[in-house]
């Protein structure tokens, strides 16, 4: 298996995305909203397998001082491979001249993105609309 990315979302397969956000368990992403979101970020990684869509990241950036980086989804047919990995490190190379990256775990990978280089913030807020995820991401 030999993984390429693409920084476009061109040609994208948004059928293919949608599954893979269905795989680990994010089911209100229907393709209308995965193509809008990925619409509005500036800067995303799109892992491939050949011609199939294995994994993908994105994120926003002022350009200068700040970034956040979203949904680093992968298919659960291949993960454990480093392809989260390899997303991760991409979209940091893409922002390289960024001061500070933020970025919201979901539940139970904190550790992974450790080994990447993320730390706990001392201040970090969030505000959501959905109690659902108020409750798992909110002390």
Known sequence: MKISFSHSIENVEWSRMKEIYRSVGWKNHDEEKIKKIFQASNVV???YDENKITG???ALSD???N???YDVVIDKEYQNKG???QIIENLLAQLDDISCVHLVSTAGNEE???KAG???MKT???RYLNPHLAEEYLE
Do not use: C, H, S
Request: charge should be positive.
């Open 83 to 85: 392809i989260g990995q």
């Open 112 to 114: 992974f993105y450790k």
């Open 56 to 58: 993908l990241g994105r």
């Open 63 to 65: 350009g200068v001082f």
């Open 124 to 126: 970090g807020m969030a």
């Open 45 to 47: 990684a799109i892992a």
């Open 67 to 69: 970034a956040a980086i």
């Open 118 to 120: 993320f730390r706990k």
